[in-house]
C-alpha cells in the first residue's frame, strides 16, 4: 500500500466534504438558473453550479485577490462591500441569491438576509451551527470552540454573528420567512437526528 | 538594450475613406483619413483583433516607439506588448487617431480639399457614435469583421461602450475603464470652463487662427491645467506636491512659488505646443454629448439591452472625475441585461490617472480577463 501522508488525508476529506456541500447547494438549484453569490470567494462554488447545473452565475466579492481568482477562473464577479447593501441588483432579479459559509461573518445580519429576499426569488444561506456538539463540549470545557467550521482563535476570528439552527430558525418566523427545505450535515453526510446537537453545517433554503 | 516587453519600433499607418460619412449632427464629411498604428500578428482568420480607443489628448501612438533613443513610448505601453496585459504574441492591437484628431487624421488642422483651407471652424462636430462608425470603416479596411476585445479608458471606455450598442456583432468584449454611462453636471462643467478659456482667447479667432497664423495657446493653457487638476485626487496631488515651494522662499510675487504651480504650468505650456484647439474643443463636445440612455428616455438598462458583448467594467476608488458610482450604474443595467459582467473597483490613489498607471493589481486584473476570451 502506497504511504500517504496523514495531512494528504484530512486536506482530501476536506475537498469531499466542501463538495458534498456544493452538491447539496446545486440540488435545490434549477439548471439554467440566474444565481447571485454573495461572498464568493475565489468562485469555486459558481464554477460548480456552471458546469453541473449550466447557471447564469455572478458573485460579489470586496477582497482584490479573490476578485482576481475569480476571473483567472472564468467567473464572473462584481467586487463591492456586501454590507453597503445590494442596490445594484434589481429587485426579484435573481432565481437565487447564495450566501454560503460567510452569514457568521457578517455586520449587518439582518438587513443582508431581507436584501436576499428582496432580489432573490429563492435564497440559499449556508453557515457553521454553533450548537454543534463539539463546540459546546468545548464551551462547557471553558474555551471558545474552534473547529473545522470555525478554523479561528476568539482574537483573530472574522466571526461576529454566530448563531445556532434553533437560532436561525426564530429568527426565520420572527421575519416571516418561508423555509422551504433544511439540511443539516456533519462532515458531508445529512444528519437528521437532533440536527442542533449533531449537525456542524446549516442549509437553509427559503423566500418570502 | 532592447526591452523584450515592448512592440519595438513601430510606424503609423494612414488609410484613406472616400466614402462620405453621415454624422450624428446630420453634417457629412465627404472624405477623411484615419492615422492609425498595429501591434502583434493578425490570425488567418483574422479574430485576434483589439481595438484600443483613445481618451481626450491620446492618440494612435498607444504602445512601442518610433525610433532607439525616443524617450517618449506610446501612452498605453505599459499595457500592451509581448507578455504585458494585453499581450501582443497573442492579439493584434490596433491604436487610431479619432475622426477630428490632431495627429494625422483627419480633423479641423486638415486642409478642406472644398477650400484648400485649414477647416479651422467649419470641422463639424463629432460625437462618439460617429467616432466608432469611423472605426468601423477601419475595421472594414483591415478585414476585420469582429474584434476579439475594444478596450479603452474614459472617453475611451465611452467608445467601447458605445461599439456594443452600435456593432454588437462586432465586438466579443468590451473592457470599459474608468468610463461614465454620461457625463454629470459637474463634469461638463469643467469641459464648459476649459472651452471658454479656449474660445474667448484673442487668438482663437472662432477657430480660423490657421489663415492667422497663430494659435490660442493661453486658452489650451489654461484649459488643460483645469484638466490636469480634476484628472488627479486630492490625495495624490497632496502626495506629489503637497504646498512645497519651487524655491527656498516664498516671493510674495505671482510667478511660481509652489511646485504645483510650476507642474500645472508645465503640463499647460506642452500641450497648448502640440494640440490643436478645435480638436479639443469638439473632443469635449463629445464627452459631454455621450448619453446612450437619452434615447431610452434615460433608462440606461434599456439602452445596453442591445449589447450582446462580455464586459470587464473597472473603476479607481480616487477617481472623483468619472466616480466608481458612473461605473457601478453601467455595470447594473449589464446585470439588469444578463450579460456576462465582472466589475473592479481597484482602489487607487492616482485619481483618473489610475487608468494609466502600471499599477501590478490592475494589470493583473486586465490579464486574468484577456486570458481568458476566446
Known amino acids: 500500500m502506497t504511504h500517504v501522508p496523514a495531512q494528504a488525508h484530512v486536506h482530501f476529506a476536506e ?11 446545486a440540488r435545490w438549484i434549477a439548471p439554467g438558473a440566474k444565481v447571485l453569490d454573495l461572498g464568493c470567494g475565489d468562485g469555486s462554488l459558481l464554477g460548480y453550479l456552471r458546469d453541473t447545473r449550466d447557471v447564469c452565475g455572478y458573485g460579489v ?4 485577490a479573490n476578485v482576481l481568482a475569480c476571473l483567472q477562473n472564468g467567473i464572473n464577479v462584481i467586487q463591492m462591500n456586501l454590507e453597503d447593501g445590494l442596490s445594484g441588483f434589481e429587485a426579484q ?28 426569488k429563492d435564497v440559499i444561506v449556508t453557515f457553521p451551527n454553533f450548537g454543534y456538539w463539539r463546540h459546546r463540549a468545548q464551551i462547557f470545557a471553558g474555551r471558545m470552540p474552534v473547529s473545522r467550521n470555525l478554523p479561528y482563535q476568539w482574537y483573530d476570528t472574522p466571526n461576529i454573528h454566530l448563531c445556532t439552527i434553533a437560532d436561525f430558525d426564530a429568527f426565520c418566523i420572527e421575519h416571516g420567512i418561508h423555509v422551504s427545505e433544511r439540511l443539516v450535515m456533519t462532515d458531508g453526510k445529512a444528519v437528521s437526528l437532533l440536527p442542533n446537537l449533531l449537525g456542524s453545517l446549516a442549509m437553509y433554503r427559503f423566500s418570502r | 538594450m532592447t526591452d523584450i516587453s515592448s512592440v519595438g519600433i513601430v510606424a503609423p499607418q494612414t488609410a484613406h475613406f472616400g466614402e462620405p460619412l453621415l454624422l450624428k449632427s446630420g453634417a457629412v464629411l465627404p472624405a477623411f483619413d484615419l492615422v492609425f498604428e498595429t501591434y502583434g500578428k493578425l490570425d488567418a482568420d483574422k479574430s485576434n483583433a483589439i481595438l484600443v480607443c483613445h481618451a481626450l489628448s491620446g492618440t494612435h501612438h498607444v504602445a512601442g516607439k518610433y525610433s532607439e533613443e525616443d524617450k517618449h513610448p506610446g501612452w498605453w505601453d505599459n499595457m500592451i506588448g509581448p507578455g504585458k496585459p ?10 487610431v487617431n479619432n475622426l477630428c484628431g490632431c495627429h494625422g487624421s483627419t480633423g479641423p488642422s486638415s486642409i478642406n480639399p472644398a477650400t484648400g483651407k485649414p477647416w479651422g471652424s467649419a470641422f463639424p ?27 479603452g479608458g474614459s472617453l475611451g471606455g465611452m467608445q467601447a461602450l458605445q461599439w456594443t450598442l ?3 456583432d462586432r465586438v466579443r468584449n468590451a473592457l470599459v475603464i474608468a468610463a461614465a454611462p454620461s ?9 464648459e470652463v476649459a472651452r471658454q478659456a479656449i474660445i474667448t482667447d484673442p487668438e482663437f479667432h472662432g477657430g480660423d487662427f490657421y489663415e492667422h497664423g497663430v494659435v490660442p495657446r493661453r486658452g489650451l493653457r489654461i484649459a488643460r491645467m483645469l484638466g490636469h487638476i480634476t484628472y488627479l485626487s486630492d490625495d495624490a496631488m497632496g502626495a506629489k506636491f503637497g504646498r512645497r515651494l519651487k524655491h527656498d522662499e516664498v516671493k510674495y510675487s505671482f510667478d511660481v512659488e509652489f511646485e504645483m504651480e510650476s507642474y500645472l504650468r508645465y503640463q499647460g ?26 434615447e431610452c428616455g434615460g433608462d440606461l438598462s434599456a439602452a445596453l439591452a442591445k449589447a450582446k458583448a462580455d464586459f470587464l467594467v473597472i473603476s479607481f476608488t480616487s477617481d472623483w472625475r468619472f466616480s466608481p458610482e458612473r461605473s457601478r450604474e453601467i455595470v447594473k443595467a449589464l446585470l439588469d441585461n444578463e450579460l456576462s459582467v465582472t466589475y473592479a473597483e481597484l482602489t487607487a490613489a492616482h485619481g483618473h490617472d489610475a487608468f494609466l498607471m502600471p499599477d501590478k493589481h490592475y494589470h493583473d486584473v486586465v490579464r486574468a480577463y484577456m486570458e481568458n476570451i476566446e
Open chain 2, 166 to 168: 452600435t456593432f454588437p
Open chain 1, 15 to 25: 475537498a469531499a466534504a466542501e463538495r458534498r456541500d456544493f452538491a447539496a447547494i
Open chain 2, 86 to 95: 494585453l499581450d501582443t504574441n497573442r492579439f493584434f492591437v490596433i491604436g
Open chain 2, 125 to 151: 462636430v463629432v460625437t462618439v457614435e460617429d467616432w466608432v462608425q469611423a472605426q468601423s470603416r477601419l475595421a472594414d479596411h483591415l478585414g476585420i469583421s469582429s474584434f476579439a476585445a475594444i478596450m
Open chain 2, 269 to 294: 505650456d506642452k500641450f497648448a505646443g502640440e494640440f490643436d484647439a478645435n480638436t479639443y474643443l469638439r473632443m469635449t463636445r463629445a464627452l459631454d454629448y455621450f448619453d446612450p440612455a437619452a
Open chain 2, 183 to 191: 457625463l454629470t453636471a459637474q463634469n461638463m462643467a469643467f469641459n
Open chain 1, 61 to 64: 466579492e470586496k477582497d482584490d
Open chain 1, 93 to 120: 432579479s435573481f432565481d437565487v441569491v447564495i450566501l454560503s459559509q460567510t452569514l457568521q461573518a457578517v455586520q449587518n445580519t439582518e438587513g443582508i438576509v431581507l436584501e436576499m429576499l428582496r432580489v432573490g
